[in-house]
């Protein structure tokens, strides 16, 4: 059953791609302000039944993280996505787990082996094969600053892992960064929210995006009581070839060809399998 619902999970979030690529010509403030809308409801239930760790030093260390620094990465991600093809950055996102690998080892000394190096090879080489021919696209700024965002995102994975086990509830922390992924993107927004024409069809896009980031969310976490997070891991690592069929097929995204962004994102998740195998 763990299975299903991790990929479920890639699913979903491979859909919050293809969502903020359809987005494009929207406001990003109000894209990602929509799309944590509700987060307000899971950090009320979370504080009515959860202790946060106030008292102790070392949440106000991390607060900062959910707080802040995950709300503008949303903001750029979100940017990225409209104005990039989803066939160029959402490979990349591959690479966050390359820097909560190394993260782990170098700063929180766990435990270091050859799969681990086997893994950043072929994630390395699943890469290179897909830009290969494809370098003029990062004469444009959005796919380094997704780079620097999934790289930043899996440091705060190796993080929130040791987090967890001093307050193990990731729900209320996931309601602690989208309500502040909120009130931060709807502050930027400012007059976009009146400049912007909600028509029917943006409501439902920007709805099915509310919907997608809470469901990806929840799903998630039941997969990972269910099954341990290297497994689940992996399975919703899929996500990079079902967003890059998406761009391909509903954006249009054809560059390359089908063939190569099929082999080139098999071998990236084949890395991030390696990686999270113990």
């Not at 930043?152 to 729900?171: A, D, E």
Request: charged share 10%.
């Amino acid at each position: 059953m763990w299975f299903a619902y991790a990929l479920t999970s890639a699913v979903l979030y491979a859909s919050l791609w293809l969502f903020a690529r359809a987005s494009r010509g929207t406001p990003t403030s109000v894209v990602a302000a929509s799309a944590n809308i509700l987060g307000p409801v899971v950090l009320i239930i979370s504080l009515r039944n959860i202790d946060f760790p106030w008292d102790e030093s070392w949440w106000y260390w991390y607060l900062p993280i959910p707080t802040v620094i995950l709300p503008i990465m949303m903001w750029l991600m979100t940017a990225s996505s409209q104005r990039s093809d989803v066939t160029i950055i959402k490979p990349l996102s591959a690479l966050s787990t390359i820097t909560t690998f190394l993260f782990s080892v170098f700063v929180f000394s766990e435990q270091f082996s050859l799969k681990g190096i086997l893994g950043l090879s072929v994630i390395t080489a699943g890469l290179l094969i897909l830009y290969h021919g494809q370098w003029s696209k990062w004469k444009n700024i959005w796919p380094w600053i997704i780079l620097i965002c999934v790289l930043l995102l899996g440091i705060n994975v190796s993080i929130l892992s040791k987090v967890l086990t001093f307050f193990p509830h990731p729900f209320a922390i996931i309601g602690l960064g989208m309500t502040s992924t909120l009130i931060w993107n709807s502050l930027f927004a400012k007059r976009a929210w009146s400049q912007t024409h909600f028509t029917r069809s943006l409501l439902l896009l920007l709805g099915a995006f509310a919907i997608a980031v809470f469901s990806q969310d929840i799903v998630t976490l039941i997969a990972l009581t269910m099954a341990p997070a290297p497994y689940v891991v992996a399975i919703k690592r899929t996500s990079i070839l079902l967003a890059s069929l998406g761009g391909y097929f509903l954006f249009k995204e054809k560059d390359q060809s089908l063939s190569r962004l099929i082999i080139s994102s098999c071998i990236v998740i084949v890395g991030v399998v390696l990686l999270n195998i113990r």
